[in-house]
Every structure is written in structure tokens, then in C-alpha cells.
């Protein structure tokens, strides 16, 4: 991956005195913003917040500003304008925002005053019923619906029984299910699991997401929850279904300030809720959440949230089934391969899929076709995976940089024994990323071998390594791939025990988070002594996978070269393609 340095915000009046003294590349006008390079890097700032600004975007002052246009003109910078996006509907919903506003507290507080009257018609005239509490839906989605997901659907199947018939469960004596936490990453089809369930067992689905909560007025959330069990409980069997619940059921006292009360005074309503369930009252709460680990204990108590469904990401034939539950809406050619689509997304979720089936026939109907055809359906692919395709300003030089160093990443690639296979190579700009190199796994990995470990650490040294050695010179592009690298050898290091020195010795500095991968920190466990080991060998596989792709690209510079141009001319290089350019240059076979 090649990354490009964030853009900097800087006062009007520097854009001013770089403008003047020659130091503006290009300007982008956008609506008042004006966004832009210099020539030079500019430094801001000191001690650990300085930083080289090169992106920089600044905003035209509303009083105007006579002689920018002159200055531009006598500075001779290249000028691109570009239409603001913003609509006139997003503009007219920004002015008259405040006013929504007050209105809508108008309203809450009527309501909050029918309510201590004991109901009747509000101050205004708003009933209860307008003000819109939760989602009720009486769905026909049912488990057919939902692909893979095998354990958690057997799971399920039992709150199905008791719904369906709770006198049945009753007398044979089993402790009916009362609420069941779905644990998964974002998109691994939580909702959509609860809603299959209710339509599995035919009950109403009443639903409500824990973020709402957090922007409203204190008392709100908890006369939601509490009106929102009183209708439920009238239309038992019923399954009632919180999203988010992190959002409100964080462990308590750790809030980040604002909305503390209100999510306290929610989450402590629920629990009084579900307390107060009777054995004959089926009503079952499902709750979402992809952070189980942060949840508040008092939440998985006995008789609370007291099972744990979790939902795993897709393996590649649940991944082919999502693909083929969410194209039946579209027109799809016969070219179009479902399986080698879902070879392609290893890691995504069932959301992203979807997405990627919507994003396709929005591209084929671009292209105005009438069905999606493989190449849509690959640019789809890509534009989930790495964020849309953008336009971006990129001068030759930097696109030659670009170029080798993601030609370095390929080669290195190609020329290493067991690595996934490379699929391709682009310097299209994608998200934040200028340049990419792809490789897809040819079946989803759940353990990584040492060498497996060793050669991701190699490709993702290759960028950088073939800028060195083409250019003699080095660029800010691989920051990413560095970080990446340092990552995979500390945890070959501290985790999985593969470096010799230290032995299989977990030297765990923080668990790692169960859905998202982040790191959660945690006291260092071990000696300074340790620790100055530990850095020395990582610094020590990083060193020895640089040499090992450096060897490498020396050997096949002629490749290296030859992909580079490639790439430069025609910027996305894929598959055999791929394979016959470097073949066409390989002098001398290597084993
Ligand atoms: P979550 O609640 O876990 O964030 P959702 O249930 O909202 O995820 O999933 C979003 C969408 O993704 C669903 O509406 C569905 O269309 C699709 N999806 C996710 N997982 C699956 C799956 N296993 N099978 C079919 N569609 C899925
Ligand atoms: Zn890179």
C-alpha cells in the first residue's frame, strides 16, 4: 500500500503567505473550501505536534478577498473548481435545524407532562400515539433468509420452540429463555438473525437501538424502554430487540461524560424490565452488541442477558450463499461467478456483501446494461474492500514512485514460496490509499504458519525496498506497510511464541480485541530487560525480510521494471496478465 499524507487544516492568511511566495502547487475550490499542495513541505508546529504539511486545505473568508485572483494569476497555480456537493435540501435542513429543535422539545415536553397528568391529549394536541417510540414489525423474514450462521440459528431454535408455544415448555419444566446477547462484528447479520426469529416462531419483533438514547433528553430512554415493554408484553409471545446495547450497557462508570445519566437511567430500566418478567410472561429480549467485553456484568446476571449467541464472519460458502440470497433481486449475467466472488472477500461481512451485490448493479446500470456483469461485480468488489476509486492530483514523479513501489510489493510476491496468490496490482487511487497490491487467500485462514508470518512481513517490506532501490531514496508512502510489518512481528514475538530467543513465552502486552482487532492495553507483564529483548527481535525479522526481498528485487529487477511500466501506462495490472509480465523477464528460474 502506498498512503499519502493527511491533509492539514492552515490559517487563510498562511495559504496567503505561501500563495505569495511561490510556494502553491494546485488549488481546489470547492464551495468556500479551497484545498491544495505546496511545493515544498511546510513545518508547523513543534516538539511532538510538528508536522510537514504538503495537503493542505484551508477555508475563504466570508468577507471576501479582493486580491486572491491576482495573486493566483501572478503566481500562475493551476486552479480545478469543482460544483459543491452539498444539496439545496441539506442546506435548507441545516438552516432550519434549530428550529426542529426546538419544536421537538416542545413536543417531548408536552409529552412529558401528559405523561404525570396520567395520559390524555398533550398541551398541543400531540397524542401519544404520533410520537413514534420504537419499530414494531410483524416480519416474513425467516431463517431461510439468513446464510451460514449455523450455530447461532440452532441456537435460536429453541427461543423459536418457546415462542411458539411457551405452555409446551412450561410443563416440561425447562428454564424458558428470557434474554439472549448476540455477539458479532458489525454486518454479521445480528439484527437480521433476531428478525428471522420472530418470523420463524410468527411473533411481533419489536425493536429499539441503544445509540438513541445517548443524544436525548434525560428521562427519555427510559420511558421508551418502558413503554415499549407495556405495548410488547400486551401482544406476548413477543421478542423484543435492543441494538447496540453497548451503547447504553457499557460497564457503569466508565461513561464518557455526556449522556452519562441518560444512559444509566436507560439501562437500569431494562434490567427492571426484564426483572420483573414473569415465568408465564414470553417475552424474549435480544440484545446486539460487538463489544460483549465492555458490557456492564450486571447485564449478564442470571435471568438477564444470560446466553450468548455469537455470530462469526462468513467462511467462503456462507459468503457464496449471502451473494446468492442478495442477487435474486438483480439481473445477473451467466459470466458471473458467485464462488470466485466469495473467494475474492475473505474477511467481509454479511453486510458487505450485500453492498457489494447493490454497489455492482448500480455500476452495470451506470454502464447501461440490464444485468451485472463480472467485471461489475469485481469493481464492486473493490470498491467495498479499499474504499471508492478517487480522483486525486498525482504528479508523474509521484506516480512513478508509486508504481515501483507497489511493483516491489508484487514481485516480492510472486517470488516467494506458500504466499497467497496475487490477484492484482493498481495505482488507482482507492480511500486513502494510492496504490494497492492485492492478494486473496485461497481459503479462509484461521492459523498462520512462522513462514506464512515471515513472508506477509517480506511483501509488505518490497515497497519500500524497490523505492531504495531504484531511487536510492525513500518516501513517506510505506508508513502504513512499516506499521502493518511491526505489528505481525510483535506478535509473532510476544503471542505465538516464534522467536527462538524468547521461546514459547506469551509476553502479551494487551488482549486484543475479540471482533474488531484493536488492541485493549494492559500492564506490561514483564522485566525491562525483557522488553529491550523483545524490540531487539522484532527489529531482527523486520531486518532479515528486508534482505530477503532486497535479494529479490535485485535478482528480478528486470521485472521490476517491466511491471513498473506497466503500470504506469496502464495503472491496474490483474491475474494472468500479471503473470505473464513477469514471466516474460524471468532470466533464470528460481526454485
Ligand atoms: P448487524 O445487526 O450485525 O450489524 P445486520 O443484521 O443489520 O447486521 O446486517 C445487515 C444486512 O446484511 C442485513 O440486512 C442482510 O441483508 C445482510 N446480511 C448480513 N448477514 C447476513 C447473512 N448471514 N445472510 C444474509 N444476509 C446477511
Ligand atoms: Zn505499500
Sequence with gaps: MFYRPAIESVAYTEFKTQLSEGNVKNIRVKGEVLKGEFKEAVERGAGDRKKEIVYFKTVFPSFGDHDLMKLIEKRNVT???????????????????????????????????????????????????KAKLYDRSVGDVTFQNVAGLANAKQELGEVVDFLKDPSKFNQLGGKPPKGILLAGAPGTGKTLLAQAAAGEADVPFYSISGSEFIEMFVGVGASRVRDMFAQAKKEAPVIIFIDELDSIGRFRGAGLG??????????????????????????????????????????????????????????????????????????????????????????????????????AAIIAGRRDKN???????????????????????????????IAYHEAGHALTAKNLVGTDPLRKVTIIPHGQALGMTEQIPEKDRHTYTKQYLLNRIAILMGGRTAEQIVFNDISSGAANDLKQATETARRMVCQWGMSEKLGPVNYSQGESHPFLGKEMTEPKKHSEDTAGIIDAEIQAIIHEMEKTCRTILEKRRDSLEALAEALISRETIEDEELDEIVKDNETEPDN
Excluded at 84 to 111: A, H, K, T
Excluded at 303 to 315: A, I, N, Q, S, Y
Design 79 to 129: 486552479v480545478f473548481t469543482e460544483k459543491d456537493e452539498r444539496s439545496w435540501f441539506s442546506i435548507l435542513l441545516i438552516n432550519l435545524l434549530p428550529w426542529i429543535l426546538i419544536i421537538g422539545f416542545f413536543v417531548y415536553s408536552s409529552r412529558q407532562f401528559q405523561q404525570r397528568m396520567g395520559g390524555g391529549q398533550g398541551f398541543f394536541g400531540f397524542g401519544k400515539s
Design 258 to 359: 455526556g449522556g452519562h445519566d441518560e444512559r444509566e437511567q436507560t439501562l437500569n430500566q431494562i434490567l427492571s424490565e426484564m426483572d420483573g418478567f414473569s415465568p408465564n410472561d414470553s417475552v424474549v429480549v435480544m440484545a446486539a452488541t460487538n463489544r460483549p467485553d465492555v458490557l456492564d456484568p450486571a447485564l449478564v446476571r442470571p435471568g438477564r442477558f444470560d446466553r450468548k449467541v455469537v455470530l462469526e464472519l462468513p467462511d467462503k460458502p456462507a459468503r457464496e450463499k449471502i451473494l446468492a440470497i442478495h442477487s435474486d433481486a438483480i439481473t445477473i449475467s451467466g459470466d458471473v461467478d458467485l464462488s470466485v466472488v466469495a473467494g475474492a472477500t475473505a474477511g467481509l461481512s454479511g453486510a458487505d456483501l450485500k453492498n457489494i451485490v447493490n454497489e
Design 371 to 401: 444485468q451485472v456483469e463480472s467485471e461489475d461485480m469485481h469493481e464492486a468488489v473493490d470498491k467495498i474492500r479499499m474504499g471508492p476509486e478517487r480522483d486525486q492530483f498525482i504528479s508523474d514523479d509521484e506516480k512513478k514512485t
